[in-house]
């Protein structure tokens, strides 16, 4: 295996980033992994602060102001925790990480994608994942998911908001076609824990 491996999961609100990045992380650790997991915005202290403000439905931001405090976020949780990792040597797991900027900043809030692209590879020190799994679900069947629990402030967003953001992940796969691997959210979470497996084992051997 390469030294350090990072793999990151995409996708619109509610389509099972969350829930398919614990299944990937246990089923590497059993592999005999050393297995980071993290998300974004937050793994930090600092990050973790600032998620609470950046999702609280009652606070009030900006759109520059909201790409700004993801970036900083971005920025503390690299250094922090994922370089660090990567360098020795273990796998990270990172549910969301610079795509999503692109997704819900750059097409969502239609913020200037050159300045994004920019202020990504700043707060990464341009590092890439090896590998990202993009789960595309139709935007209304993540939406209704997400009503189950409560929606927050991006979430509470309009319908037409997840549209353009669902379209920025398409639109992020087609130029990323070796790095972003689409894969179908609607089946059963079995089902798609084993599709991502496949494909990250593959990519972990490549
Ligand atoms: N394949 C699936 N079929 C049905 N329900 C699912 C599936 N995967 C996840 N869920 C449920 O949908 C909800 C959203 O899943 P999850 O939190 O993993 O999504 P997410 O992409 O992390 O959402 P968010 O973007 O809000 O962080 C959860 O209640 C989860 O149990
Ligand atoms: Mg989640």
């Not at 829930?19 to 005999?32: E, I, Y």
């Not at 370089?83 to 097409?107: H, M, N, W």
């Not at 590879?121 to 994942?129: E, G, H, N, V």
């Not at 209304?140 to 549209?163: I, N, P, Q, W």
Request: charged fraction near 30%; aromatic fraction near 8%.
């Amino acid at each position: 295996m390469k030294k350090g491996f990072f793999v990151t999961l995409e996708g619109s609100d509610g389509c099972g980033k969350s829930t398919q990045s614990a299944l990937l992380v246990k089923k590497l650790k059993k592999m005999g992994f050393d297995v980071v997991h993290t998300r974004e915005p937050g793994g930090t202290k600092v990050a973790e602060s600032v998620r609470k403000i950046l999702l609280d439905s009652k606070s009030k931001i900006s759109p520059l102001t909201e790409l700004l405090l993801y970036e900083a976020c971005r920025a503390q949780l690299t250094a922090e925790i994922i370089l660090p990792a990567i360098e020795s040597g273990k796998v990270v797991i990172c549910d969301r990480y610079a795509d999503a900027t692109v997704a819900y900043q750059g097409f969502g809030r239609e913020l200037d994608k050159k300045i994004i692209f920019k202020l990504n590879d700043i707060a990464t020190s341009k590092l890439k994942p090896n590998l990202t799994i993009f789960l595309e679900l139709d935007v209304k069947k993540g939406l209704a998911r997400t009503c189950l629990r409560g929606k927050d402030r991006l979430e509470r967003e309009s319908f037409v908001f997840h549209k353009k953001v669902n379209y920025g992940y398409k639109w992020l796969a087609k130029q990323f076609p070796n790095r972003i691997k689409a894969v179908k959210a609607d089946g059963t979470i079995e089902e798609i824990a084993n599709k991502i497996f496949d494909i990250v084992v593959k990519k972990l051997w490549n």
